[in-house]
């Protein structure tokens, strides 16, 4: 399978901090990003979705100003939470695509981020 | 709206016994489905993906299998081991592109020895 990084694995802010997740795609060109979120207990969620050089796509209820994405190469896309606050603590994951893929995805390890 | 769910929380079986889970959705036609598994603290991890003309599919001690008219998927893992201990989650395309994802809430597999 596809071998995905993300860093930092767990991380403990502040309220009212921005915080940087990093995506890693190793071994494959990820034309697309996915990023989920899971809350403790629930299923993963789409959060949005970037192709590579354009704006990332948002789904209903994720505020694009407060969740950035960033997908300017084919290996890397990063997820800053701005102005965290505790509701946003999560456990938040990657999922990039290639355009060789075939209908199975691959995810990120994810990160935890808990918010005081 | 599109639901995908997967009846049971939590399955408690013996070791060497054959675990099944049920994954249903509704107000959907999916072209695929998949299974992931998923421990505590890390990523989904991809297991098997049916397609809608595919009745079964196997994968050493995995198989699945995929009911269109009854809008379900069974998962069952044979001879099963205290290794096999996790959370199982069903997954389908929501169209467009294989990666956006609606996912069950999952059902966490305890094996006993």
């Known amino acids: 399978g596809a071998v995905v990084s993300q860093h930092p694995s767990r991380v403990i802010c502040k309220s009212g901090t921005s915080v940087k997740i990093e995506c890693r795609s190793l071994d494959f060109q990820a034309t697309t990003m996915f990023w989920y979120r899971q809350f403790p207990k629930k299923s993963l969620m789409l959060m949005a979705t970037s192709n590579e050089g354009s704006k990332a796509t948002y789904e209903q209820g994720v505020e694009k100003d407060k969740f950035l994405i960033n997908h300017a190469s084919l290996t890397l896309s990063t997820l800053t939470v701005t102005s965290a606050h505790p509701e946003d603590s999560s456990f938040y994951i990657c999922s990039p695509q290639g355009l060789a893929q075939s209908g199975s995805q691959f995810f990120g390890p994810g990160t935890r981020l808990t918010v005081l | 709206s599109q639901k995908i769910e997967q009846n049971s929380e939590a399955l408690n079986i013996q070791e060497g016994k054959t675990a099944t889970l049920t994954c249903n959705y509704t107000?959907?036609?999916?072209?695929?489905l998949q299974w992931y598994r998923q421990d505590p603290g890390r990523g989904p991890v991809f297991l098997l993906l049916i397609r809608e003309n595919e009745k079964e599919k196997r994968k050493e001690r995995l198989k699945v299998t995929f009911d269109t008219t009854l809008k379900q998927s069974l998962f069952h893992i044979t001879a099963s081991q205290p290794a096999d201990s996790a959370t199982y989650l069903c997954a389908l395309t929501r169209g467009g592109s294989q990666g956006n994802l609606i996912f069950g809430k999952g059902t966490k597999l305890s094996v006993k020895p």
């Open positions: 107000n959907y036609s999916p072209a695929y």
